[in-house]
């Protein structure tokens, strides 16, 4: 049962994938669907509403100039010019001139439904009213009776005579007892009255109230949706009109007018924890603006069926995609479940059993592949694999165990020049660090030693040289001490120093100086030998790199008697692979600098590994 279930896991694994992929996929499609058409729908529905609200601010400027062409009929009128400086006249004329005034009042206010009233002050303070088909006249009206809107309005026409101004909506006019109480919420134009007859001499201020019906048309033509609300808003904030009926003359909320002024036309509200979008134009002639505020919501209505079609698209997709997966998986798993129980088989031991081979898909190639493989390793385990272990151990040990007989040679013939001319304590110096290098280069069992045991491998040789060559030698060592802990390869360099000495300071006279740094970054170490030899000319140096690279492993030869850089760098790659690294750079007359690079690693790390390969 638990090998069924072990065979069958690759199905599971692979129908779940495949599932999960599709169920990925389908959920992409559907939120990209819902986000994307609700953005389309969103960005169509704000169009429509600006092209509802440029119609609506068409309409309102439409409206505005119907007015001024009353107005400008009122002012041909010549019972109305030219009675009104009959106003201010003696008490014979002024009934008859109110009179014509008032008339003419009432004959405009006829040609217009939605006008409710007409108010006209000529320029001595005499006031004539009309409304309802009715004129009455009061001399010298006491203007602090007035409210507010007016007392601005008629400042701001006594400034500019050709100016009009727009007073947002606001309770009817009562002037005298005479007439009741009107509580209608209308908007007025005012206007200075110009004798258009005589250079547009001005007579005095007038105020038509207008009744709202005819911007309840525009707003009604305006709103998009039910739940929406347009308002037409006066330049000072004032709610002019608005769709609901509920702030008809009441500030328009902070919010919303600042989204109307700083958001070019378009923002985002919320009212009562719902969100809106505001949508806004202002007329340039009027003053005024239309706002609409459209529920978010409402543009989600028109997604929400797309998407349970969407939806439902995706389910029954999804089902059938189980389906095929469950057969495509169960013929997919087959031949790999043939593999592994064979596979587990070979894991036993059973080098000889093999996969089957039908078909001509990737799982046979891989079925063939691994049969080939099988066939090669039982080979390469039998032949191959012990013999060039023994080859790369053999290798190691002979590179290691190299020592320069003349080196030798002449370290021994330093001791006895020494010892028979001068007879001085130079002699311990020379035989202490010859017999150090000696125990050193013969401990053949240890192939990575510290860096700190390198480093005075290096420093007795150049010790010897130093009692041979006196001050005509002086060397530098740069390591940092926490780099001695650090792990090298043996014999790496002393050969190079020796290559320098033999090499570089050949017939060279002047002061020879070697100088070896170590940095690590990066977890590689670089070790950098450079000398102020006789350098090498481009030729040479680049014959060198080639040599370096060539097939031969670098063992001493009469050719080649010093250990040298091949010898050492050969060792590397046995030991690091493709991660060591030597660069020679020279410079003819100059020097040398020999850098070598190689994975940085503690000595206590290879000491463990060592061991632990040992055991």
Aim: glycine share 4%.
């Amino acid at each position: 049962m638990l090998k069924k279930l072990h065979f069958t896991r690759i199905r599971n694994k692979l129908a779940t994938a495949f599932l999960l992929q599709i169920v990925a996929i389908v959920s992409l499609v559907i939120l990209f669907s819902y986000y994307s058409s609700r953005e389309i729908i969103k960005k169509n529905s704000i169009q429509l509403n600006d092209s509802l609200i440029e119609n609506g601010i068409t309409n309102l400027e439409a409206e505005l100039s119907s007015i001024q062409q009353v107005v400008y009929s009122l002012f041909n009128k010549e019972d109305f010019v030219e009675s009104i400086p009959l106003s201010s006249a003696g008490d014979d004329t002024v009934y008859d001139a109110f009179n014509k005034i008032g008339t003419s009042m009432m004959e405009t206010l006829v040609s217009k439904s939605n006008i409710l009233s007409i108010v006209f002050i000529d320029n001595s303070g005499n006031l004539v009213y009309s409304i309802d088909n009715k004129a009455s006249y009061q001399r010298n009206f006491d203007l602090r009776n007035a409210p507010q809107w007016m007392e601005d309005a008629m400042k701001t026409l006594q400034n500019n005579k050709f100016d009009y101004a727009l007073i947002p909506t606001h309770k009817h006019l009562s002037i005298q007892n005479d007439f009741s109480v009107i509580d209608d919420m209308v908007y007025t134009y005012a206007c200075t009255a110009l004798d258009v007859n005589h250079g547009y001499k001005p007579l005095g201020i007038l105020m038509i109230s207008f009744k709202l019906s005819k911007i309840a048309q525009i707003c009604e033509n305006v709103n998009p949706y039910d739940s929406s609300f347009t308002y037409v808003v006066g330049d000072d904030g004032t709610i002019v009109y608005d769709s609901a009926g509920a702030a008809i003359g009441d500030m328009l909320r902070a919010d919303i007018l600042e989204k109307i002024r700083t958001s070019d036309n378009y923002g985002t509200v919320f009212i009562d924890e719902k969100e809106y979008v505001v949508v806004s134009e202002q007329s340039v002639e009027a003053g005024w603006s239309i706002v609409s505020l459209v529920p978010v919501s409402e543009y989600a209505k028109d997604i929400n069926t797309i998407t349970k079609y969407i939806v439902l698209i995706a389910i029954l997709a999804t089902g059938v995609s189980i389906f095929i997966t469950y057969l495509l998986s169960k013929q997919f798993s087959k031949p790999i479940e043939n593999l592994s129980r064979v596979m587990n088989h070979i894991e036993d031991g059973n080098l000889d059993l093999r996969a089957e081979e039908k078909g001509s898909d990737e799982i046979s190639l891989l079925s063939r592949n691994f049969n080939s493989l099988i066939s090669r390793l039982k080979f390469v385990m039998k032949h191959e694999y012990e013999l060039t272990i023994r080859q790369k151990d053999a290798e190691l040990k002979a590179l290691q165990a190299q020592i320069n007989p003349h080196f030798l040679f002449n370290s021994l013939q330093s001791v006895n020049s020494i010892a028979a001319v001068y007879q001085i304590s130079e002699i311990n110096t020379i035989v202490d660090s010859l017999g150090k290098i000696l125990r050193y280069s013969i401990k053949t069992k240890d192939n990575i030693v510290s860096m700190r045991e390198e480093v005075e491998h290096a420093t007795h040789y150049l010790n010897i040289y130093k009692v041979r060559f006196g001050e005509r030698i002086k060397y530098q060592i740069q390591i940092p001490d926490e780099l001695m802990q650090y792990s090298i390869l043996k014999l790496t360099l002393q050969p190079i120093v020796e290559n320098a000495i033999i090499h570089g300071f050949r017939n060279n006279e002047s002061i020879w100086y070697i100088m070896i740094t170590a940095s690590i970054q990066n977890e590689v170490i670089t070790i950098d030998i450079s000398d102020n030899g006789i350098g090498m000319s481009s030729g040479e140096l680049q014959a060198l790199r080639e040599n370096l690279e060539s097939s031969d492993s670098g063992f001493y030869s009469s050719e080649y008697p010093s250990i040298g850089l091949k010898n050492v760098y050969h060792r590397m790659k046995i030991s690091y692979g493709d991660s060591a690294k030597i660069e020679i750079d020279s410079d003819l007359n100059v020097g040398t600098s020999v850098k070598i690079h190689y994975p940085a690693m503690l000595y206590q790390e290879v000491e463990n590994n060592d061991t632990n390969t040992d055991r």
